[in-house]
């Protein structure tokens, strides 16, 4: 399988989790969806650590790779999440999950600037959707 089979797969589980996520959130305070939700994380990673021998590799990884990892969770699992939580907890799923999808953008800017990725035609042509669609978006909810 390759990677576009993964990304699918991530997508269609990126899109059914804020279902999820939202009716968790009802009742309970937004940090605290957080912290069970991310509680379970740990155990899975740590069930799939154990039975993959894969804490026989991680030990071996060098501080910057640490420190870049570190950020990455900061970024993504931590204060991205908690935004993520808050939205989705307070207003609709729907427009949540299209302004979310407006994360390629500065993936696409910063794989530019920092990784020296090329920006292609059909890189330019997809990010001109997403910033049509977060503006009717944005649009709609201002209506």
């Known amino acids: 399988m390759g990677p576009f089979f993964f990304a699918l797969f991530g997508a ?4 059914l989790a804020p279902v ?18 991310t509680l379970i994380t740990v155990l899975l990673v740590t069930g799939w ?3 993959s021998d894969s804490y026989k590799r991680i030990v071996t990884f060098p501080s910057r790779t640490w420190l870049l990892l570190a950020a990455e969770a900061f ?3 931590f204060a991205g999440d908690l935004a993520y939580y808050a939205a989705i907890k307070k207003g609709d799923i ?3 999950a ?4 407006g994360s390629p953008l500065i993936t696409i800017c910063a794989g530019c600037f920092f990784l020296r990725e090329k920006l292609t ?7 001109s959707l997403i910033i ?7 649009a709609n909810s201002a209506s």
């Open 12 to 15: 269609v589980c990126w899109g």
């Open 75 to 77: 970024l993504a699992t």
């Open 20 to 37: 999820f996520g939202k009716l968790g959130l009802r009742g309970i305070r937004t940090f605290d969806g957080l912290a069970a939700r």
């Open 121 to 127: 035609l059909l890189k330019t042509i997809g990010a």
């Open 98 to 101: 299209l302004v979310l999808a």
């Open 94 to 96: 729907g427009q949540t």
């Open 49 to 51: 650590l154990i039975g």
């Open 132 to 138: 049509i669609g977060i503006i009717l978006v944005a």
